[in-house]
Protein backbone atom coordinates (compact mmCIF):
# COMPACT_ATOMS: atom_id res chain seq x y z
CA UNK A 1 0.00 0.00 0.00
CA UNK A 2 2.82 2.47 0.71
CA UNK A 3 4.49 1.78 -2.12
CA UNK A 4 1.45 2.24 -4.05
CA UNK A 5 1.09 5.60 -2.75
CA UNK A 6 5.03 6.90 -2.65
CA UNK A 7 4.53 6.10 -6.76
CA UNK A 8 1.66 7.82 -7.11
CA UNK A 9 3.88 10.34 -5.52
CA UNK A 10 6.28 9.83 -7.50
CA UNK A 11 4.59 10.52 -11.11
CA UNK A 12 3.21 13.42 -9.50
CA UNK A 13 6.31 14.90 -8.49
CA UNK A 14 7.81 14.54 -12.25
CA UNK A 15 5.05 16.36 -13.19
CA UNK A 16 5.73 19.51 -11.16
CA UNK A 17 9.66 18.67 -12.21
CA UNK A 18 8.37 19.36 -15.72
CA UNK A 19 6.56 22.50 -14.65
CA UNK A 20 10.13 24.09 -12.94
CA UNK A 21 11.84 23.67 -15.65
CA UNK A 22 14.76 26.17 -16.17
CA UNK A 23 14.32 27.05 -12.84
CA UNK A 24 17.87 27.08 -11.08
CA UNK A 25 15.79 27.81 -7.60
CA UNK A 26 13.56 25.43 -7.88
CA UNK A 27 13.85 24.72 -4.72
CA UNK A 28 12.72 28.05 -3.34
CA UNK A 29 10.02 27.64 -5.86
CA UNK A 30 8.78 24.34 -4.45
CA UNK A 31 9.24 25.20 -0.88
CA UNK A 32 7.02 27.89 -1.05
CA UNK A 33 3.96 26.62 -2.84
CA UNK A 34 4.17 23.31 -1.68
CA UNK A 35 4.31 25.15 2.07
CA UNK A 36 2.41 28.05 1.85
CA UNK A 37 -0.74 26.05 3.21
CA UNK A 38 -1.79 26.90 7.22
CA UNK A 39 -2.10 23.15 8.37
CA UNK A 40 1.24 22.43 7.10
CA UNK A 41 2.85 25.69 8.54
CA UNK A 42 0.90 24.38 11.73
CA UNK A 43 2.69 21.17 11.56
CA UNK A 44 6.24 22.75 10.68
CA UNK A 45 5.48 25.36 13.66
CA UNK A 46 4.62 22.46 16.36
CA UNK A 47 7.98 20.12 15.08
CA UNK A 48 10.02 23.63 15.64
CA UNK A 49 9.37 24.45 19.16
CA UNK A 50 7.26 21.79 20.78
CA UNK A 51 3.50 22.90 20.57
CA UNK A 52 1.08 20.96 19.75
CA UNK A 53 -1.23 24.03 17.90
CA UNK A 54 -3.81 22.15 15.74
CA UNK A 55 -4.00 22.22 12.09
CA UNK A 56 -7.18 24.30 11.83
CA UNK A 57 -5.51 27.20 14.13
CA UNK A 58 -5.87 30.47 12.18
CA UNK A 59 -3.09 31.05 9.67
CA UNK A 60 -2.17 34.40 8.05
CA UNK A 61 0.15 33.85 5.14
CA UNK A 62 1.97 37.36 4.42
CA UNK A 63 4.73 36.78 2.36
CA UNK A 64 6.65 39.61 1.55
CA UNK A 65 6.63 40.62 -2.63
CA UNK A 66 9.20 42.10 -4.57
CA UNK A 67 10.16 41.66 -8.04
CA UNK A 68 13.98 41.43 -7.34
CA UNK A 69 14.05 38.30 -5.69
CA UNK A 70 12.11 35.58 -7.54
CA UNK A 71 8.36 37.55 -6.92
CA UNK A 72 9.20 37.26 -3.47
CA UNK A 73 11.65 39.43 -0.19
CA UNK A 74 11.19 36.40 1.80
CA UNK A 75 10.33 33.04 0.91
CA UNK A 76 7.06 32.43 3.26
CA UNK A 77 6.25 34.42 6.26
CA UNK A 78 2.96 34.27 8.50
CA UNK A 79 1.00 35.39 11.53
CA UNK A 80 -0.04 32.38 13.76
CA UNK A 81 -3.33 32.34 16.26
CA UNK A 82 -2.90 36.04 16.42
CA UNK A 83 0.33 36.32 18.40
CA UNK A 84 3.13 35.07 16.12
CA UNK A 85 4.54 36.41 12.96
CA UNK A 86 6.90 33.36 11.76
CA UNK A 87 9.58 34.30 9.17
CA UNK A 88 10.76 31.05 6.99
CA UNK A 89 13.34 30.77 5.01
CA UNK A 90 14.57 27.64 2.75
CA UNK A 91 18.32 27.74 1.55
CA UNK A 92 20.77 25.77 -0.64
CA UNK A 93 23.44 27.61 -0.02
CA UNK A 94 25.11 29.14 3.79
CA UNK A 95 24.51 32.52 4.65
CA UNK A 96 25.73 34.44 7.68
CA UNK A 97 23.59 37.68 7.27
CA UNK A 98 20.19 35.39 7.66
CA UNK A 99 19.57 37.37 10.93
CA UNK A 100 20.16 40.93 8.89
CA UNK A 101 18.34 40.01 6.17
CA UNK A 102 14.92 38.42 9.11
CA UNK A 103 15.57 42.03 10.60
CA UNK A 104 14.55 43.78 7.56
CA UNK A 105 11.99 41.51 6.70
CA UNK A 106 10.42 41.74 10.02
CA UNK A 107 10.31 45.90 10.27
CA UNK A 108 8.68 45.77 6.40
CA UNK A 109 5.86 43.38 7.98
CA UNK A 110 5.40 45.30 10.72
CA UNK A 111 4.94 48.45 8.29
CA UNK A 112 2.85 46.26 6.67
CA UNK A 113 0.35 44.88 9.05
CA UNK A 114 0.44 48.41 11.18
CA UNK A 115 -1.39 51.58 10.38
CA UNK A 116 1.52 53.98 9.90
CA UNK A 117 -0.25 56.87 11.92
CA UNK A 118 -0.47 54.89 14.93
CA UNK A 119 2.99 55.00 15.07
CA UNK A 120 2.43 58.73 17.29
CA UNK A 121 0.22 57.87 19.43
CA UNK A 122 1.28 57.74 22.83
CA UNK A 123 0.25 54.18 23.88
CA UNK A 124 2.10 50.99 23.03
CA UNK A 125 1.17 49.14 20.08
CA UNK A 126 0.77 45.66 20.52
CA UNK A 127 2.96 43.69 18.24
CA UNK A 128 3.17 39.79 17.20
CA UNK A 129 6.12 38.37 18.29
CA UNK A 130 8.34 37.37 15.80
CA UNK A 131 9.84 33.64 15.51
CA UNK A 132 12.82 33.24 12.77
CA UNK A 133 13.05 29.38 11.21
CA UNK A 134 15.70 28.85 8.49
CA UNK A 135 16.14 25.47 7.12
CA UNK A 136 19.46 24.86 5.23
CA UNK A 137 18.72 22.13 2.26
CA UNK A 138 22.57 22.48 0.52
CA UNK A 139 25.75 19.89 0.18
CA UNK A 140 27.77 20.74 3.37
CA UNK A 141 28.25 18.70 6.17
CA UNK A 142 26.81 21.15 8.79
CA UNK A 143 25.00 20.27 12.77
CA UNK A 144 20.97 19.73 12.13
CA UNK A 145 20.17 22.92 14.79
CA UNK A 146 22.31 25.93 15.10
CA UNK A 147 21.54 29.25 16.20
CA UNK A 148 22.21 32.65 14.25
CA UNK A 149 22.65 35.79 16.34
CA UNK A 150 22.25 39.21 14.68
CA UNK A 151 24.93 40.50 17.20
CA UNK A 152 27.83 37.97 15.68
CA UNK A 153 28.19 40.67 13.18
CA UNK A 154 28.06 43.54 15.19
CA UNK A 155 31.93 45.14 15.23
CA UNK A 156 31.87 46.23 19.15
CA UNK A 157 31.11 43.04 21.10
CA UNK A 158 28.91 44.11 24.24
CA UNK A 159 28.23 41.73 26.92
CA UNK A 160 24.42 43.07 26.69
CA UNK A 161 23.72 43.70 23.22
CA UNK A 162 21.02 46.43 22.89
CA UNK A 163 19.75 45.18 19.99
CA UNK A 164 19.36 40.92 19.46
CA UNK A 165 17.52 39.05 16.67
CA UNK A 166 18.07 34.76 16.63
CA UNK A 167 17.10 32.46 13.83
CA UNK A 168 16.80 28.77 14.24
CA UNK A 169 18.54 27.12 11.47
CA UNK A 170 17.85 23.48 10.65
CA UNK A 171 19.62 21.53 8.58
CA UNK A 172 16.90 19.57 6.22
CA UNK A 173 19.76 17.71 3.94
CA UNK A 174 19.46 13.77 3.64
CA UNK A 175 22.51 12.39 4.03
CA UNK A 176 22.19 8.72 2.66
CA UNK A 177 19.62 6.99 5.32
CA UNK A 178 20.09 9.62 8.06
CA UNK A 179 16.96 11.64 7.87
CA UNK A 180 17.13 14.54 10.04
CA UNK A 181 14.94 15.02 13.34
CA UNK A 182 13.14 17.82 12.35
CA UNK A 183 11.52 15.81 9.12
CA UNK A 184 10.64 12.69 11.08
CA UNK A 185 8.50 15.37 13.41
CA UNK A 186 7.10 17.37 10.48
CA UNK A 187 5.54 15.00 7.89
CA UNK A 188 5.31 18.07 5.21
CA UNK A 189 8.60 19.11 5.65
CA UNK A 190 9.62 15.25 5.24
CA UNK A 191 7.55 15.06 2.26
CA UNK A 192 9.27 18.01 0.56
CA UNK A 193 12.51 16.93 1.39
CA UNK A 194 11.83 13.22 -0.34
CA UNK A 195 10.86 15.90 -3.39
CA UNK A 196 13.58 17.42 -3.71
CA UNK A 197 16.05 14.54 -3.52
CA UNK A 198 14.11 12.84 -6.51
CA UNK A 199 14.31 16.10 -8.88
CA UNK A 200 17.89 15.94 -7.57
CA UNK A 201 18.54 12.44 -9.09
CA UNK A 202 16.63 13.74 -12.51
CA UNK A 203 18.61 16.50 -12.49
CA UNK A 204 22.36 14.80 -12.54
CA UNK A 205 20.30 12.30 -15.15
CA UNK A 206 20.34 15.17 -17.56
CA UNK A 207 16.51 14.88 -17.51
CA UNK A 208 15.60 18.67 -16.16
Given at each position: MWQGKQQSAQTKNVRELR????????KDSVFCDYMSDGPKLVELYNAVYGTNYPSDTPVEINTLDNVLYMDRVNDISFTLDGKFV?????????????????GIY???????????NNL????????????FIMLYNGGEEEPEHT???LSDAFVEKLEHPPME???????ISRNGAHVPELLKRCKSLGDYSLLVELIEGYRQQGKD
Open positions: KMKGNRKYVLLEQQSTLNENIPLRMVMRLYEKLLHSYRRRRIPLFTPQVEYLEVEVFN
